[in-house]
């Protein structure tokens, strides 16, 4: 099938779908058409199971000729995380780097272990026979924070700005963090011998310092060549180039593409707009980011409301799922619980009473999670991993991703 006509599919069906969320569910427009979608394609599933047509296979065919893994990790993950860097203060972010840093770090590698070691004893409980391996692997792919999600999500969640920007600078470095752990355990699970402690702390190394330089580069760079016309036509077009083009960069490199991104997109929301921009400019250049930020953000979860028409339906797989989810929810406490205690009592830094509770909450799982347990090789442990991160995404974007607010308040944050 054409490409052509698959965006063109997708496209209207999103336009549809917002337009479905706007007129009647006016929930926030990413969960209300990840709700539509969702529902959309249960309706498929029933008319294909009542025998009223094939209209589930012919979707199905569509999607299986669109690569999720793709399509996110390789195009639209560094426009999203360039236009959410855009907007976050660095000066915020400065004040709390400690609690980011361990967050972003060791709250992923915690938090992955912890999922892994737990995962394992239900899922031998429920009487499936997995390799200890593969339930790290779906800690890995579960434990960073969707900045995608979780920053739709803060634009309407009304959380106090520190524990706003905590939430906020987690989700943008942790996902590359937690993306090397998962390659890390991928390489192990198929080419055992060929890794070696050494070759993951460079890994570690080029990924993460490497995405900081070049993303530091990559800001420097368009701050001068902003800096040196004055035509807002031409800057959008610059930064577009360094986000598309710096991201492709990077992963060529084996540079995070996400961190540098993240960093550029920082870089150039602080100073370039303050130094380098003319007020119009700086106007254009935001309706720009904040425009494509918020459409790609409708495609997106309309795919993942769309791909359950790929998911193979077992009772035992689904209630995997459904169990997984306390269980996620008690890792990312303690990942989050841990440094947070170490920061507060040992460093003596300054956090609420409630910061662990909201981090706990607003902790959502999304697309990046999804992508991640697509690229799991063909086999028995795939279709469990795929079933169970789906489910707990569904559950994080719309239980969590509705009640965020609600939680917030009630903690009076």
Same mark, same amino acid.
């Given at each position: 099938?054409?490409?052509?006509?698959?965006?063109?599919?997708?496209?209207?069906?999103?336009?549809?779908?917002?337009?479905?969320?706007?007129?009647?569910?006016?929930?926030?427009?990413?969960?209300?058409?990840?709700? &539509?979608?969702?529902?959309?394609?249960?309706?498929?599933?029933?008319?294909?199971?009542?025998?009223?047509?094939?209209?589930?296979?012919?979707?199905?065919?569509?999607?299986?000729?669109?690569?999720?893994?793709?399509?996110?990790?390789?195009? !639209?993950?560094?426009?999203?995380?360039?236009?959410?860097?855009?907007?976050?203060? *660095?000066?915020?972010?400065?004040?709390?780097?400690?609690?980011?840093?361990?967050?972003?770090?060791?709250?992923?590698?915690?938090?992955?272990?912890?999922?892994?070691?737990?995962?394992?004893?239900?899922?031998?409980?429920?009487?499936?026979?997995?390799?200890?391996?593969?339930?790290?692997?779906?800690?890995?792919?579960?434990?960073?924070?969707? +900045?995608?999600?979780?920053?739709?999500?803060?634009?309407?969640?009304?959380?106090?700005?520190?524990?706003? *920007?905590?939430?906020?600078?987690?989700?943008?470095?942790?996902?590359?963090?937690?993306?090397?752990?998962? &390659?890390?355990?991928?390489?192990?699970?198929?080419?055992?011998?060929?890794?070696?402690?050494?070759?993951?702390?460079?890994?570690?190394?080029?990924?993460?310092?490497?995405?900081?330089?070049?993303?530091?580069?990559?800001?420097?760079?368009?701050?001068?060549?902003?800096?040196?016309?004055?035509?807002?036509?031409?800057?959008? !077009?610059?930064?577009?180039?360094?986000?598309?083009?710096?991201?492709? #960069?990077?992963?060529?490199?084996?540079?995070?593409? +996400?961190?540098?991104?993240?960093?550029?997109?920082?870089?150039?929301?602080?100073?370039?707009?303050?130094?380098?921009?003319?007020?119009?400019?700086?106007?254009?250049?935001?309706?720009?980011?904040?425009?494509?930020?918020?459409?790609?953000?409708?495609? #997106?979860?309309?795919?993942?409301?769309?791909?359950?028409?790929?998911?193979?339906?077992?009772?035992?797989?689904?209630?995997?799922?459904?169990?997984?989810?306390?269980?996620?929810?008690?890792?990312?406490?303690?990942?989050?619980? $841990?440094?947070?205690?170490?920061?507060?009592?040992?460093?003596?830094?300054?956090?609420?009473?409630?910061?662990?509770?909201?981090?706990?909450?607003?902790?959502?799982?999304?697309?990046?999670?999804?992508?991640?347990?697509?690229?799991? +090789?063909?086999?028995?442990?795939?279709?469990? #991993?795929?079933?169970?991160?789906?489910?707990?995404?569904?559950?994080?974007?719309?239980?969590?991703?509705?009640?965020?607010?609600?939680?917030?308040?009630?903690? $009076?944050?």
């Amino acid at each position: 099938m054409d490409i052509t006509y698959i965006i063109g599919i997708i496209l209207s069906l999103s336009a549809a779908f917002a337009f479905i969320n706007y007129k009647f569910l006016k929930l926030p427009n990413t969960i209300g058409v990840m709700c &539509v979608a969702l529902a959309f394609s249960i309706c498929l599933i029933l008319l294909e199971k009542l025998g009223l047509g094939n209209f589930h296979d012919h979707a199905a065919s569509l999607l299986g000729q669109i690569d999720f893994n793709k399509a996110l990790m390789e195009g !639209m993950l560094s426009v999203l995380l360039f236009a959410g860097a855009l907007h976050v203060s *660095t000066a915020d972010l400065a004040r709390i780097k400690w609690a980011i840093a361990s967050l972003a770090t060791v709250g992923v590698v915690i938090s992955t272990f912890t999922i892994g070691g737990m995962a394992y004893g239900l899922l031998h409980l429920l009487g499936f026979s997995v390799d200890f391996l593969y339930c790290l692997l779906f800690g890995a792919l579960i434990s960073p924070t969707d +900045p995608i999600a979780v920053l739709s999500t803060l634009k309407t969640a009304g959380i106090r700005k520190e524990i706003e *920007t905590k939430i906020a600078g987690e989700s943008l470095f942790n996902d590359g963090v937690g993306v090397v752990v998962f &390659v890390v355990l991928l390489e192990l699970a198929l080419s055992p011998d060929t890794i070696s402690a050494g070759s993951i702390a460079l890994l570690f190394f080029e990924e993460a310092v490497g995405g900081v330089l070049f993303g530091l580069l990559l800001g420097w760079i368009g701050i001068h060549l902003i800096k040196r016309i004055d035509d807002y036509h031409v800057e959008i !077009m610059i930064s577009l180039a360094l986000v598309v083009g710096g991201y492709t #960069l990077a992963l060529v490199m084996h540079a995070s593409g +996400p961190i540098a991104v993240v960093v550029a997109g920082l870089i150039i929301g602080n100073h370039g707009r303050v130094h380098a921009m003319s007020p119009t400019t700086r106007e254009r250049l935001e309706d720009f980011w904040e425009l494509l930020d918020e459409i790609l953000n409708i495609v #997106l979860f309309v795919l993942i409301g769309l791909e359950i028409l790929i998911l193979d339906f077992q009772g035992s797989l689904i209630l995997a799922g459904i169990l997984c989810i306390p269980l996620v929810l008690a890792a990312r406490f303690i990942a989050v619980g $841990g440094p947070i205690t170490v920061l507060r009592h040992v460093f003596d830094r300054d956090y609420s009473d409630h910061t662990v509770k909201i981090l706990v909450w607003s902790g959502l799982r999304g697309g990046i999670s999804v992508a991640l347990a697509l690229t799991l +090789p063909q086999g028995p442990e795939r279709d469990l #991993l795929l079933m169970m991160t789906y489910v707990v995404v569904i559950f994080s974007i719309i239980v969590q991703g509705l009640t965020v607010r609600r939680v917030a308040n009630r903690l $009076g944050n």
